[in-house]
């Protein structure tokens, strides 16, 4: 079984400022590992991946993630928050070894993140 | 816009009705995935399709829900004999096979079961 665990229901931040919000994973294989951001009202949007190689993935509008293997995390961060910004993420997990197996990807439940003016 | 398309976008009906929804994939993504999501959850996995085999359902897929993909493009989700508790936002998403990237979503429809 696989597992995604966002421990923050919500993040504060003031514009400008850096931003990091959580995500810590269970997998018994190697974990492919993505972050989506939700609008209200709109689907889920792909902001970036981690399959293999190096553990400080660069993904869109200016987002970054840091897989750690040894942590069984894969936190989100941006170097300066933008009011835009604010919107709930999700974190997701899925089983890279499944082969012909399983696809589904394991959702955490979401952080709301907000950017304070 | 060649983004994964869904309709409709709001569904409401009556508990004890039939309701069908819509997905139409990226043109050339062979795999097709629902998911449902409710209030302050995250998305969670229902069934998925590489072309038009069914491969997996999740266990939350009971009977009264059935999905199709019938000449591997396009997919329905019917739920039959809605009840309160299938109320929520429905989500499909689209991949292609032998590409290691994340699955691409569609808007959703919201359905509500008064």
């Known amino acids: 079984a696989q597992s995604v665990a966002q421990p923050e229901d919500q993040v504060n931040v003031a514009e400008g400022n850096p931003l990091t919000v959580k995500c810590t994973y269970s997998?018994?294989?190697?974990?492919?590992l993505f972050w989506y951001v939700q609008y209200p009202n709109r689907g889920l949007q792909f902001l970036l991946k981690?399959?293999?190689?190096?553990?400080l993935v660069k993904g869109s509008y200016g987002f970054e993630a840091e897989f750690n293997k040894s942590q069984t995390s894969f936190h989100l961060k941006k170097p300066s928050a933008l009011v835009s910004d604010s919107a709930l993420y999700f974190c997701?997990?899925?089983?890279?070894?499944?082969?012909?197996?399983?696809?589904?990807?394991?959702f955490g439940k979401g952080t709301k993140l907000s950017v304070i003016p | 816009d060649t983004g994964v398309s869904q309709d409709p976008r709001h569904k409401i009906t009556k508990r004890g009705q039939n309701v069908t929804f819509r997905c139409d994939p990226i043109?050339?993504?062979?795999?097709l995935y629902w998911y449902r999501q409710t209030l302050g959850q995250g998305p969670e996995f229902l069934t998925y399709?590489?072309?038009?085999?069914?491969?997996?359902k999740s266990r939350l897929l009971s009977d009264r829900f059935s999905a199709e993909r019938p000449k591997g493009s396009f997919s329905t989700l019917e739920i039959q004999r809605t009840e309160q508790g299938d109320s929520a936002m429905y989500l499909c998403a689209s991949s292609l096979v032998g590409q290691r990237t994340g699955q691409f979503f569609g808007p959703g429809t919201r359905l509500t079961v008064l």
């Open positions: 997701a997990v899925r089983d890279g070894d499944s082969g012909a197996g399983s696809y589904q990807l394991t």
């Open positions: 043109s050339e993504h062979n795999r």
């Open positions: 997998v018994s294989g190697n974990p492919y």
């Open positions: 399709f590489q072309n038009e085999a069914q491969l997996e």
């Open positions: 981690y399959i293999t190689g190096d553990n």
